[in-house]
């Protein structure tokens, strides 16, 4: 009478086991193929190691599809320009001697690219319309290339972080176009 009482619980309990295998299986085939989608999308941008690497930093990323990987390195260059422009500001208070490039360049990220390009790429990206959020962000890369420019030689206390937001731009410009 015992063993009538055991077998169909090992049943169950071989069915939990082979459904938790079969789910773990089915993830890692996911995550695998999504990780694929990635490189292949990266594969298509200007820095391909960075786009990746930006790219496999973000949870969402795994399960996105080309048009939603668009719209993550597009939030990507938001909180790149935004930490860029912070440190603009900072910089304004510690380099009065520079106050006139850093000023302009405080104005392309506050009015151009957060104001502007960013929200253009985010709501094209989000539309379905890749054509405005790759000029969006084709702006956003010419943007720092104008903040830099206006350092006329002298050295640029952002040059770095003006480069991280000229990488992430041209990497979501380049995700745009696919």
Not at 46 to 65: I, M, N
Not at 115 to 122: H, I, L, Q, S
Request: glycine share 6%; charged share 20%.
């Amino acid at each position: 009478m015992m063993n009538f009482f055991i077998a169909p619980s090992f049943l169950y309990l071989r069915r939990a086991v082979l459904v938790t295998i079969t789910l773990f299986l089915s993830h890692c085939i996911v995550v695998k193929s999504d990780a694929k989608l990635i490189e292949q999308t990266c594969k298509n941008t200007p820095f391909y190691t960075d786009c990746v690497s930006y790219l496999e930093s973000k949870p969402g990323s795994s399960r996105a599809d080309v048009q939603g990987l668009g719209v993550i390195m597009v939030g990507i260059v938001k909180d790149k320009a935004t930490e860029t422009l912070n440190l603009i500001n900072q910089e304004l208070k510690r380099t009065p001697g520079l106050k006139a490039p850093l000023s302009s360049c405080a104005q392309a990220y506050k009015n151009g690219i957060l104001a502007a390009d960013v929200p253009e790429a985010t709501e094209a990206m989000e539309k379905g319309n890749p054509k405005f959020a790759e000029n969006g962000m084709n702006d956003s890369a010419n943007e720092t290339e104008s903040c830099e420019e206006g350092f006329q030689g002298k050295p640029s206390p952002v040059i770095a972080s003006n480069k991280v937001v000229h990488v992430t731009s041209a990497i979501a410009a380049a995700i745009a176009h696919q």
